[in-house]
């Protein structure tokens, strides 16, 4: 079992930035992918970045490409999102997830790829 604890959301005006923390049971990232993902209400939750301790595979939506970034640290047992250049269309629950290491980057952009989810946490972006 994989425990997921989500931190870091908040308020935020349009332009800055936020870092989301997700800490994980010990070794998870030698076990799994780990992905963020948003839901934003009235929405279908969607996949926003993902990222493979082993070799360092990175893969993001393109709605986030080039302000955003995933990151591990795996001494803390944690997984960052850096989000930069906020806009008001981020907003939204943004959920860490432990997926299956084995399946290509293409399949760890769905959801049906992750068995462990955290709580999430809320970003809001004014504008």
């Known amino acids: 079992q994989v425990q997921l604890v989500e931190s870091g959301g908040g308020l935020v005006q349009a332009g800055g930035s936020l870092r989301l923390s997700c800490a994980a049971s010990?070794?998870?990232?030698?076990?799994?992918?780990m992905g963020w993902f948003r839901q934003a209400p009235g929405k279908e939750r969607e996949f926003v970045a993902v990222?493979?301790?082993?070799?360092?595979?990175?893969a993001y939506a393109d709605s986030v490409k080039g302000r955003f970034t995933i990151s591990m640290d795996n001494a803390k047992n944690t997984v960052y999102l850096q989000m930069n250049s906020l806009k008001p269309e981020d907003s939204a629950f943004y959920y860490c997830?432990?997926?299956?290491?084995?399946?290509?980057?293409?399949?760890?952009?769905?959801?049906?790829?992750?068995?462990?989810w955290g709580q999430g946490t809320q970003v809001t972006v004014s504008s």
């Open positions: 997830a432990a997926g299956l290491l084995s399946r290509s980057l293409e399949v760890l952009s769905t959801t049906r790829a992750y068995p462990y």
């Open positions: 010990a070794r998870t990232f030698s076990r799994y992918a």
């Open positions: 990222m493979r301790w082993s070799g360092g595979n990175t």
